[in-house]
């Protein structure tokens, strides 16, 4: 069956004493004016329900976490790290990997690894996340504090700045650390760049690799991901059908609205600029392959009075034209005849 990843937090308001963003004497003053209480006051959920004391994320703070330095140098300082941290920790190394045909997760400890596929929707993002979430169900030593390194930056920036908006998967990692909370061990999430040797990055990523169509399968999809991929399928989908209609030999490629539609004023413009586009938007000769006009050419130039003879060449328009042109910024020295 599948499972979709959903927050773990309701989207309800929680009340939180406002007064603390004012000065004691402006606050009172301001609540009086008002005439509410500050416990009246809906707010925006606290951050604080966001904090987890007994997690601690890393991407920045080590020596081995600076990129630029050489990849045999990154190796020694990690491994000197690991050597000073390996025996009151529990160490995890976690990878995803995603291929064309292929999306699958990894985890190894000293003691057990495991890989499994995911849904191919997923987002390389998503699988990372993933892939931690895993690690701390399946391999986490409950008497140990807990050392997980991931090459996934950008996953451990999004748990650092969790919210209420953030990924359903980040939520998801943000309540797995929480639930970890209760065994009163720590947990460290640490960020190891990727193709710097660093041994147990290597294995992760090797294991994740070596996913095949017959690894075990954990279905598992992010609401976002199904979001974008509905989001792409609905873009795909009308331009291979109309690829595959007899229109597209006679219109060729047509710009997407979509591109345009970031300097549209509204709906109705959209429309309008379609409608120019598909060459749908009426004109004489437009209503006279439906046999709705008789008279398809322009009376002024007698050439075909389509959009392209409206907008480009007939003389009829040349001042509001050459006006437009010049607001365009298009160069008006050779302006259409
Ligand atoms: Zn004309």
């Given at each position: 069956?599948?499972?979709?990843?959903?927050?773990t937090?309701?989207?309800?308001?929680?009340?939180?004493?406002?007064?603390?963003?004012?000065?004691q004497?402006?606050?009172?003053?301001?609540?009086?004016?008002?005439?509410?209480?500050?416990?009246?006051?809906?707010?925006?959920?606290?951050?604080?329900?966001?904090q987890c004391?007994?997690?601690?994320?890393?991407?920045?703070?080590?020596?081995?976490?600076?990129?630029?330095?050489?990849?045999?140098i990154i190796?020694?300082l990690?491994?000197d790290f690991?050597?000073?941290?390996?025996e009151?920790?529990?160490?995890i190394?976690?990878?995803?990997?995603?291929?064309?045909t292929?999306?699958?997760?990894?985890?190894?400890?000293?003691q057990?690894?495991?890989?499994?596929?995911?849904?191919?929707?997923?987002?390389?993002?998503?699988?990372?996340?993933?892939?931690?979430c895993q690690?701390?169900?399946?391999?986490?030593?409950?008497e140990?504090?807990l050392?997980?390194?991931?090459?996934?930056?950008?996953?451990?920036?999004?748990?650092?700045?969790?919210?209420?908006?953030?990924p359903k998967?980040i939520h998801?990692?943000?309540?797995?650390?929480?639930?970890?909370?209760?065994?009163n061990?720590k947990?460290?999430?640490?960020w190891?760049?990727g193709?710097?040797?660093?041994?147990w990055?290597?294995?992760?990523?090797?294991?994740?690799?070596t996913?095949?169509?017959?690894?075990?399968?954990?279905?598992?999809i992010?609401?976002?991901?199904?979001?974008?991929?509905?989001?792409k399928?609905?873009i795909q989908?009308?331009t291979?059908?109309?690829?595959?209609?007899?229109?597209y030999?006679?219109?060729?490629?047509i710009?997407?609205?979509?591109?345009?539609?970031?300097?549209?004023k509204h709906?109705?413009?959209?429309?309008?600029?379609?409608?120019i586009l598909?060459?749908?938007?009426?004109?004489?000769?437009?209503?006279?392959?439906?046999d709705?006009?008789?008279n398809p050419?322009?009376h002024?130039?007698?050439?075909?009075?389509?959009?392209?003879?409206?907008?480009?060449?007939?003389?009829?328009?040349?001042?509001?034209?050459?006006?437009?042109?010049?607001?365009?910024?298009?160069d008006?020295?050779?302006?259409p005849s």
């Amino acid at each position: 069956m599948t499972t979709l990843v959903r927050g773990t937090f309701s989207f309800k308001a929680r009340i939180r004493d406002v007064e603390s963003l004012l000065p004691q004497e402006q606050g009172q003053g301001f609540f009086k004016s008002l005439n509410v209480s500050p416990n009246q006051i809906i707010t925006f959920p606290k951050a604080p329900v966001f904090q987890c004391e007994i997690c601690k994320i890393h991407t920045s703070d080590s020596d081995f976490q600076n990129k630029a330095q050489p990849t045999a140098i990154i190796e020694e300082l990690f491994n000197d790290f690991i050597s000073n941290n390996s025996e009151d920790s529990f160490i995890i190394a976690t990878d995803a990997s995603k291929s064309l045909t292929l999306t699958s997760i990894a985890c190894i400890s000293n003691q057990h690894s495991f890989v499994f596929r995911k849904h191919p929707i997923n987002s390389i993002f998503t699988v990372e996340a993933l892939a931690i979430c895993q690690a701390i169900d399946d391999l986490s030593n409950p008497e140990k504090n807990l050392m997980i390194l991931t090459d996934s930056l950008s996953v451990l920036q999004a748990l650092k700045s969790i919210s209420i908006r953030s990924p359903k998967i980040i939520h998801r990692l943000h309540h797995k650390k929480m639930i970890r909370e209760k065994s009163n061990k720590k947990i460290k999430l640490i960020w190891t760049a990727g193709l710097s040797n660093i041994s147990w990055n290597e294995k992760a990523d090797f294991l994740a690799r070596t996913a095949t169509n017959s690894t075990p399968y954990l279905n598992c999809i992010s609401a976002e991901d199904i979001i974008s991929h509905l989001q792409k399928i609905s873009i795909q989908k009308p331009t291979e059908t109309f690829r595959n209609s007899k229109y597209y030999d006679s219109l060729g490629d047509i710009p997407s609205v979509v591109s345009l539609s970031p300097w549209l004023k509204h709906r109705r413009e959209e429309i309008t600029i379609s409608r120019i586009l598909t060459r749908m938007i009426i004109t004489p000769s437009l209503l006279h392959k439906f046999d709705l006009y008789d008279n398809p050419t322009c009376h002024k130039c007698n050439q075909e009075n389509d959009i392209e003879h409206i907008l480009l060449n007939c003389t009829q328009y040349r001042a509001h034209r050459i006006k437009l042109w010049e607001k365009l910024q298009i160069d008006t020295q050779t302006p259409p005849s």
